[in-house]
């Protein structure tokens, strides 16, 4: 019987092994890029085009983006201040994604508005 238990024991410090090997393995072995749509979103544009750039270096490809380039087509450059909002200002910015036109098609039919039902319960 405790042959059994000692196996089990075995087994389970052999997996923890393997996967601590594995997460040190991820840390000093493979650089994990930050997502470039996450960057734009904070207003780091330049380490976004690095980003873009490494990914395709590592896939030996080239890339066209620059960040003239985003400024051009309405990106938000380093130089520009950011914008205060008053609390009552972000609300009403949520709230407007919540908006009737978006919500309706959910409900356009008896079966779609029972399935959003549904789904919203859960």
């Known amino acids: 019987?405790?042959?059994?238990?000692?196996?089990?024991?075995?087994?389970?410090?052999?997996?923890?092994?393997?996967?601590?090997?594995?997460?040190?393995?991820?840390?000093?072995?493979?650089?994990?890029?930050?997502?470039?749509?996450?960057?734009?979103?904070?207003?780091?544009?330049?380490?976004?085009?690095?980003t873009v750039h490494g990914i395709a270096y590592?896939?030996?490809?080239?890339?066209?983006?620059?960040?003239?380039?985003?400024?051009?087509?309405?990106?938000v450059t380093a130089a520009e201040e950011k914008q205060k909002l008053s609390v009552g200002e972000i609300v009403k910015r949520n709230l407007d994604k919540f908006s009737t036109q978006r919500i309706a098609p959910l409900f356009a039919t008896r079966k779609l508005g029972l399935m959003s039902k549904s789904i919203n319960l859960l």
């Open 1 to 50: 019987m405790q042959d059994i238990h000692l196996s089990v024991a075995s087994h389970w410090l052999n997996q923890e092994m393997l996967t601590g090997n594995l997460l040190v393995c991820r840390f000093f072995l493979f650089h994990l890029y930050e997502s470039p749509k996450f960057l734009l979103s904070r207003g780091r544009q330049a380490e976004a085009v690095a």
């Open 58 to 75: 590592k896939n030996k490809r080239t890339t066209w983006l620059s960040e003239d380039i985003l400024n051009e087509i309405g990106g």
